[in-house]
């Protein structure tokens, strides 16, 4: 079982629609999640950062964290093609080296 | 906004040859990281550090070595390339702020062995 699971997609939504994008993982101790966007060739880069239960929000960007169901997501607003990227979910271990460990990623389109 | 650098960018080599990837940041971090991501897969840690002469070994470490003499530089290197080596290296360091971690990374070299 992978530590951390997304389903890679595509995910094709409409401009100015909400895009929900969802992580699992296997650590149950694990105490930070983030969420990082990737453009076609480019590197990733942090968007969103969450560590208690519940929703955390930042303009267009919410992420959502249920420990107990070993699961986070992350939701776009108002979507733009400019959303259009790879996202990837990342768990940092709860114990050890504390080495963030990450998805595979979920391609999102945004079509106009 | 975050300063890490790696060279080269773009990199193709024959096979047996020796690299080394080069990446550097000027914000004083301690924690840094090598993955390599293959299109559309995860990024698999291949080495990682927490300061002047402390490496780790990550999951795919066995066929490369890294250095941290300086704070500021972390360079990773293949004593043999092979085919299988063709991919996405990515360097990344770490921000510590009250016990939170962000990773920020480097633009990457993109590795083909022939």
């Known amino acids: 079982q992978k530590e951390v699971e997304q389903n890679s997609g595509p995910l094709s939504v409409p401009e100015g629609a909400i895009a929900s994008l969802n992580c699992t993982y296997s650590?149950?101790?694990?105490?930070?999640f983030f969420w990082y966007r990737q453009y076609s060739g480019k590197s990733p880069e942090l968007i969103m950062s969450?560590?208690?239960?519940g929703d955390k929000e930042d303009g267009r960007f919410t992420a959502q964290l249920n420990k107990a169901s070993q699961y986070v997501s992350l939701l776009i607003r108002d979507s733009q093609p400019s959303d259009s990227a790879t996202y990837l979910c990342?768990?940092?271990?709860?114990?050890?080296?504390?080495?963030?460990?990450f998805g595979r990623g979920t391609s999102l389109i945004v079509h106009p | 906004e975050a300063d890490i650098y790696q060279t080269p960018r773009y990199l193709v080599i024959g096979t047996g040859k020796k690299i080394t990837l080069e990446c550097s940041q000027t914000?004083?971090?301690?924690?840094m990281y090598w993955y390599q991501q293959d299109p559309g897969m995860e990024l698999h840690l291949i080495h990682y550090?927490?300061?002047?002469?402390?490496?780790e070994k990550g999951d795919l470490s066995s066929e490369s070595t890294v250095s941290r003499i300086r704070t500021e530089h972390f360079p990773l290197t293949l004593e043999s390339a092979r085919p299988s080596h063709t991919s996405q290296y990515l360097c990344?360091?770490?921000?510590?702020?009250?016990?939170?971690?962000?990773?920020?990374f480097g633009s990457g070299t993109q590795l083909s062995v022939l």
């Open positions: 550090s927490y300061g002047v002469n402390s490496t």
């Open positions: 990344a360091s770490s921000e510590v702020t009250g016990g939170r971690e962000k990773l920020f």
């Open positions: 914000m004083g971090h301690d924690k």
């Open positions: 650590d149950r101790g694990s105490q930070s």
């Open positions: 990342a768990v940092r271990a709860s114990g050890g080296s504390y080495i963030p460990t």
């Open positions: 969450i560590y208690s239960n």
